[in-house]
């Protein structure tokens, strides 16, 4: 009886518990304390093993957690190809330098009711737990405490700075398309091969628009793209150059950092009322897709519902919805990545095309972008990010280049050498 007795004991002391239930929201990824800032490493001294050899900045992770306790969260990061695949490589993803186990936390101010911790945190961290020993395309997943399911995930970049890299933009005009599609961005990136061997591994760049991660425009030296062209062979460098970019429209601002014009726990409604279609027309200046969140300040750091609403035709609605799409919100809240949540659906009461989002207070780029919600791999796909909005290149955007270099050494991988930024302009009075 007595071995029955300790036998249920330890079961009942080494069972697993039941999964707590817990809510993230608000992940942001940055560098340093600069929530503004592009989540990109750059570091500008390595060994000749591609290993840094000098403190470089640090990415900062940050969400927020609603739980009756803080969860015992964990963090595990991966590097990628340059298609973001996960390289299943030892060398690469070290299995004793990938995962964070113990995440800092912060209790959330009194009479705040969006969360109740906010987690943040810097790497590499200063155990040296997690390093960033490669350059490179990498990914986080935040787990959960049974480390069976993600919860939240995001992408950042690590770049060696060898290869010299710059950007230039220019308006021009597709022909092909019709007004206003015609009008277009062409960019340029200029990359100083170290020497012009290198060249036969640097083939490959990326392109990103403003903020949009999930959707980088590739020039690649041996694809055959008819809007892609690599020039510069024998010269010591190499000129990329990617000439259809729809430059859209100016991002809608929505503003929700004044808790005097949205209180804290009101649903708001945009003040300046109904969004509605912009195919010719412009807004004032955007943040080329940042957000500025308010700081973990009390009451003025808190979470409000926000009522997005479109208004439109019926007939517009139909167009732009033909063939299987949907009409999804889209900003620095998803990533610049719509999903499922972020579809817009016809509220009766309200007359229009409605969204929710639970948004912390700040300053957000938005806009709508149309695509067809792919149930099978849970994306949305064949984004149109100017039907809704329109598109201009008096519209000012930032393109971040990064240059890729297939190192052979471990059976080959992707790193990173090359990083440039560059700014459209919008055209003088009289030129368009």
Same mark, same amino acid.
Not at 165 to 178: G, I, M
Not at 238 to 264: A, K, M, Q, W
Not at 357 to 368: C, N
């Given at each position: 009886?007595?071995?029955?007795?300790?036998?249920?004991?330890?079961?009942?002391?080494?069972?697993?518990?039941?999964?707590?239930?817990?809510?993230?929201?608000? *992940?942001?990824?940055?560098?340093?304390?600069?929530?503004?800032?592009?989540?990109?490493?750059?570091?500008?001294?390595?060994?000749?093993?591609?290993?840094?050899?000098?403190?470089?900045?640090?990415?900062?992770?940050?969400?927020?957690? !609603?739980?009756?306790?803080?969860?015992?969260?964990?963090?595990?990061?991966?590097?990628?190809?340059?298609?973001?695949?996960?390289?299943?490589?030892?060398?690469?993803?070290?299995?004793? /330098?990938?995962?964070?186990?113990?995440?800092?936390?912060?209790?959330?101010?009194?009479?705040?009711?969006?969360?109740?911790?906010?987690?943040?945190?810097?790497?590499?961290?200063?155990?040296?737990?997690?390093?960033?020993?490669?350059?490179?395309? +990498?990914?986080?997943?935040?787990?959960?405490?049974?480390?069976?399911?993600?919860?939240?995930?995001?992408?950042?970049? !690590?770049?060696?700075?060898?290869?010299?890299?710059?950007?230039?933009?220019?308006?021009?005009?597709?022909?092909?398309?019709?007004?206003? *599609?015609?009008?277009? /961005?062409?960019?340029?990136?200029?990359?100083?091969?170290?020497?012009?061997?290198?060249?036969?591994?640097?083939?490959?760049?990326?392109?990103?628009?403003?903020?949009?991660?999930?959707?980088?425009?590739?020039?690649?030296?041996?694809?055959?793209?008819?809007?892609?062209?690599?020039?510069?062979?024998?010269?010591?460098?190499?000129?990329?150059?990617?000439?259809?970019?729809?430059?859209?429209?100016?991002?809608? !601002?929505?503003?929700?950092?004044?808790?005097?014009?949205?209180?804290?726990?009101?649903?708001?409604?945009?003040?300046?009322?109904?969004?509605?279609?912009?195919?010719? +027309?412009?807004?004032?200046?955007?943040?080329?897709?940042?957000?500025?969140?308010?700081?973990?300040?009390?009451?003025?750091?808190?979470?409000?519902?926000?009522?997005?609403?479109?208004?439109?035709?019926?007939?517009?609605?139909?167009?732009?919805?033909?063939?299987?799409?949907?009409?999804?919100?889209?900003?620095?809240?998803?990533? +610049?990545?719509?999903?499922?949540?972020?579809?817009?659906?016809?509220?009766?009461?309200?007359?229009?095309?409605?969204?929710?989002?639970?948004?912390?207070?700040?300053?957000?780029?938005?806009?709508?972008?149309?695509?067809?919600?792919?149930?099978?791999?849970?994306?949305?796909?064949?984004?149109?990010?100017?039907? !809704?909005?329109?598109?201009?290149?008096?519209?000012?955007?930032?393109?971040?280049?990064?240059?890729?270099?297939?190192?052979?050494?471990?059976?080959?991988?992707?790193?990173?050498?090359?990083?440039?930024?560059?700014?459209?302009?919008?055209?003088?009075?009289?030129?368009?």
């Amino acid at each position: 009886m007595m071995r029955l007795v300790l036998l249920c004991f330890y079961l009942l002391m080494f069972a697993p518990t039941s999964a707590q239930h817990f809510i993230v929201r608000g *992940l942001s990824v940055y560098v340093e304390d600069d929530e503004s800032t592009f989540p990109i490493l750059v570091r500008d001294t390595v060994d000749q093993d591609g290993k840094p050899v000098r403190p470089y900045p640090r990415l900062t992770i940050q969400f927020d957690v !609603v739980a009756s306790e803080p969860p015992q969260l964990r963090i595990q990061f991966q590097h990628c190809n340059r298609n973001w695949e996960v390289d299943n490589n030892a060398f690469i993803n070290d299995p004793n /330098h990938t995962t964070s186990f113990v995440l800092q936390y912060r209790a959330s101010p009194g009479g705040v009711e969006g969360y109740d911790y906010r987690y943040i945190n810097s790497f590499p961290d200063a155990d040296d737990v997690v390093r960033f020993d490669y350059s490179g395309n +990498w990914m986080f997943r935040i787990l959960d405490p049974e480390r069976t399911t993600v919860v939240a995930e995001g992408r950042f970049f !690590v770049v060696d700075r060898i290869a010299p890299t710059t950007v230039s933009v220019t308006n021009d005009y597709l022909t092909a398309n019709a007004s206003p *599609l015609n009008q277009i /961005h062409k960019v340029a990136v200029r990359v100083r091969l170290p020497q012009e061997a290198d060249g036969l591994y640097m083939t490959t760049i990326d392109v990103y628009q403003n903020r949009r991660l999930s959707h980088p425009y590739r020039c690649d030296a041996w694809d055959r793209d008819p809007y892609t062209h690599v020039e510069g062979f024998n010269t010591g460098e190499r000129i990329f150059t990617i000439s259809n970019i729809l430059p859209g429209n100016e991002y809608r !601002v929505l503003d929700l950092s004044n808790v005097t014009r949205y209180p804290n726990y009101t649903l708001v409604r945009l003040v300046e009322g109904a969004d509605h279609l912009r195919l010719f +027309w412009r807004t004032g200046a955007d943040h080329d897709g940042e957000s500025q969140l308010n700081r973990f300040t009390g009451l003025s750091s808190d979470y409000l519902e926000v009522l997005f609403r479109l208004d439109m035709l019926e007939r517009d609605y139909r167009g732009l919805t033909a063939g299987g799409r949907d009409i999804f919100l889209a900003g620095e809240f998803n990533f +610049w990545n719509p999903s499922k949540e972020d579809r817009l659906a016809w509220d009766e009461a309200e007359r229009s095309y409605v969204v929710r989002k639970l948004l912390r207070r700040g300053i957000y780029d938005y806009q709508y972008v149309t695509g067809r919600w792919d149930a099978a791999t849970n994306t949305v796909l064949d984004h149109d990010w100017t039907a !809704v909005e329109g598109n201009d290149w008096r519209t000012t955007n930032t393109y971040r280049a990064l240059v890729y270099f297939n190192d052979p050494r471990f059976g080959g991988f992707d790193r990173l050498v090359g990083f440039g930024k560059g700014t459209s302009s919008a055209p003088q009075p009289g030129s368009y």
